[in-house]
């Protein structure tokens, strides 16, 4: 089946292609939507993740507590994100994220990648992964880690769009 191409933000198409190319004090950040599902109600670490995310340079939009799957894969489409993390402490991952990366794939955008951290039992973590979610992030990870993964794994927005285009 083939993915729907989401809209964004692209350069305008009468342009030459070297036209094209983000100066680089204008490249377009990475943007990260950062999510707490269900009715968790901490969200201390989700806010250190979003803070250390945004000093990393990249740009986050944070959906605040309980979200439903629905809200999340919303507004994930609507800000045109690169990646989604969810974090979750209440035990509720093996209803949520099914629900989420699910949604995802009905709406066309089972091309943004998925990563989650939290509470969530290493006995879970392969279940996880086969459903679609990118990597798993456990208490006690440094969010130096979590930024090294990100920009190692996601693409620069310059170079998707220019992909895309």
């Given at each position: 089946m083939?993915?729907?191409k989401?809209?964004g933000k ?6 030459e292609?070297s036209q094209?190319?983000?100066p680089p004090h204008h490249?377009?950040?990475?943007r990260?939507?950062?999510a707490k599902?269900?009715l968790?109600?901490?969200d ?5 993740i979003?803070r ?5 340079g990249m ?9 439903t ?8 489409i ?5 990646l989604?993390?969810l974090s979750i402490l209440?035990?509720a ?5 099914p629900?989420?990366?699910?949604l ?10 998925v ?9 879970d973590?392969p ?7 990118a ?6 990870t ?12 996601i693409?620069?927005?310059s170079k998707?769009k220019?992909?895309n285009s």
């Open positions: 083939k993915e729907k989401r809209p692209q350069a305008p198409a009468s342009l292609p094209k190319a983000w490249q377009p950040r990475l990260v939507l950062i599902p269900g968790d109600g901490h201390r670490g989700a806010k250190v979003c250390a995310l945004r000093d990393a740009e986050v939009i944070y959906t605040g507590l309980r979200r799957p629905e809200e999340i894969v919303n507004a994930a609507q800000e045109d994100v690169d989604i993390g209440s035990g991952h093996n209803v949520l994220f629900r989420i990366m699910n995802l794939r009905k709406r066309g955008a089972s091309d943004i990648p990563i989650a951290g939290g509470i969530i039992p290493e006995k973590i279940r996880l992964k086969k459903i679609g979610l990597e798993i992030f456990l208490p006690g440094p969010t130096q880690e979590i930024i090294q993964w990100v920009k190692e794994h693409p620069e927005r998707k220019a992909i």
